[in-house]
T-cell receptor
Framework: GENVEQHPSTLSVQEGDSAVIKCTYS??????FPWYKQELGKGPQLIID?????GEKKDQRIAVTLNKTAKHFSLHITETQPEDSAVYFC???????????FGKGNQVVVIP | DAGVIQSPRHEVTEMGQEVTLRCKPI?????LFWYRQTMMRGLELLIY????????DSGMPEDRFSAKMPNASFSTLKIQPSEPRDSAVYFC????????????FGPGTRLTVT
């Protein structure tokens, strides 16, 4: 089955700087790659996703890039703010029954 | 839409007791997923349903765990008997299907078994 790995496990950044989280996946048939943000005491919230026919997608301060050849995708957060502090999960799916394979999560800490 | 609804939000029970967690998916969504989240194992998929039918329950850890979806708007996850190692946050998520893969999570149920 699909194996998704995230690096680094913890990332600390100064407010205003950029943060980048990278995920690798193993199944070359995967074609959907979402990112979720989980704040303390809440469920994961979908923040951005990308499909395999697109190399990059942006939504205000966040963007996701996909490298299908290398089988990795990254989340980019620019102009970080304290409210960006959370755990971020990446996932991958080959569309089979809508199931997602999740990474272990990255703790992002934005230092004011 | 109110999103995915889970109840209770917190549950504290003693070892050996039966626990029932409840989920109401987003209206019109064809898929429903149950996950368990712990620090050690992250997010684990326990079971998922398509159109109320269980598709894959290979993630259910033991026979003590069971899940049902009697109709399109309600699902339960039951643990009987509960054990301290079942302590975790349990999430329900739903997905529209039909070529859209986005999953939307509920707020979770924090279960503590003493």
């Amino acid at each position: 089955g699909e194996n998704v790995e995230q690096h680094p496990s913890t990332l600390s950044v100064q407010e205003g700087d950029s943060a980048v989280i990278k995920c690798t996946y193993s199944d070359s048939a995967s074609n959907y790659f979402p990112w979720y943000k989980q704040e303390l005491g809440k469920g994961p919230q979908l923040i951005i996703d990308i499909r395999s026919n697109v190399g990059e997608k942006k939504d205000q301060r966040i963007a996701v890039t996909l490298n299908k050849t290398a089988k990795h995708f990254s989340l980019h957060i620019t102009e970080t703010q304290p409210e960006d502090s959370a755990v971020y999960f990446c996932a991958a799916s080959n569309g089979g029954n809508n199931r997602l394979a999740f990474g272990k999560g990255n703790q992002v800490v934005v230092i004011p | 839409d109110a999103g995915v609804i889970q109840s209770p939000r917190h549950e504290v029970t003693e070892m050996g007791q039966e626990v029932t967690l409840r989920c109401k998916p987003i209206s019109g969504h064809d898929y429903l997923f149950w996950y368990r989240q712990t620090m050690m194992r992250g997010l684990e998929l326990l079971i998922y349903f398509n159109n109320n039918v269980p598709i894959d329950d290979s993630g259910m850890p033991e026979d003590r765990f069971s899940a049902k979806m009697p109709n399109a708007s309600f699902s339960t996850l039951k643990i009987q008997p509960s054990e301290p190692r079942d302590s975790a946050v349990y999430f329900c998520a739903s997905s529209l299907g039909g070529g859209t893969y986005e999953q939307y999570f509920g707020p979770g149920t924090r279960l503590t078994v003493t």
